[in-house]
């Protein structure tokens, strides 16, 4: 189960880097650790979205807090960037996948994937701020 949520990690993260490099036509922005860290904080938020959606709907069930801490937030944001590393970033393995991905030749499946990814995690938390009001 791990390696399957690894996998769909990296490629969501592979998706999101071909986008910004199909996309940036200044060659200034190239360098690729302006371009990996800029992914990283846009994933690392989009997880940290993920998880307070989750923080919100388990409240609502649960009813313990009427308005759920900043301090909450940023511990989730903590664990978010916790995912992020393990999955991603420990030991290079976007990079490992990278290549894998780049032998499949379709770069274009990635993209939509990403995007994909990125609309149901923004409907999710629209949905948990329905239920938890």
């Given at each position: 189960m791990m390696k399957k949520i690894e996998y769909f990690l990296n490629m969501v993260h592979y998706g999101v880097y071909l986008f910004h490099s199909k996309i940036?036509?200044?060659?200034d922005h190239k360098d690729e650790m302006f371009i990996s860290r800029g992914i990283g904080l846009w994933f690392v938020g989009g997880i940290n979205l993920i998880l307070f959606s989750i923080c919100l709907i388990?409240?609502?069930i649960i009813g313990v807090y009427?308005?759920?801490s900043f301090g909450?937030?940023?511990?989730?944001?903590?664990?978010?960037?916790?995912?992020?590393?393990?999955?991603i970033d420990r030991k290079d393995?976007?990079?490992i996948?990278?290549?894998?991905f780049e032998k499949e030749?379709?770069?274009w499946k990635y993209i939509l994937i990403s995007f994909g990814f990125m609309?149901?995690?923004i409907l999710f938390f629209i949905f948990s701020l329905k239920v938890a009001v």
């Amino acid at each position: 189960m791990m390696k399957k949520i690894e996998y769909f990690l990296n490629m969501v993260h592979y998706g999101v880097y071909l986008f910004h490099s199909k996309i940036d036509v200044n060659p200034d922005h190239k360098d690729e650790m302006f371009i990996s860290r800029g992914i990283g904080l846009w994933f690392v938020g989009g997880i940290n979205l993920i998880l307070f959606s989750i923080c919100l709907i388990i409240n609502k069930i649960i009813g313990v807090y009427k308005n759920i801490s900043f301090g909450v937030f940023m511990f989730l944001m903590i664990v978010a960037y916790g995912i992020n590393y393990y999955f991603i970033d420990r030991k290079d393995k976007h990079l490992i996948y990278a290549k894998e991905f780049e032998k499949e030749g379709k770069p274009w499946k990635y993209i939509l994937i990403s995007f994909g990814f990125m609309i149901a995690y923004i409907l999710f938390f629209i949905f948990s701020l329905k239920v938890a009001v």
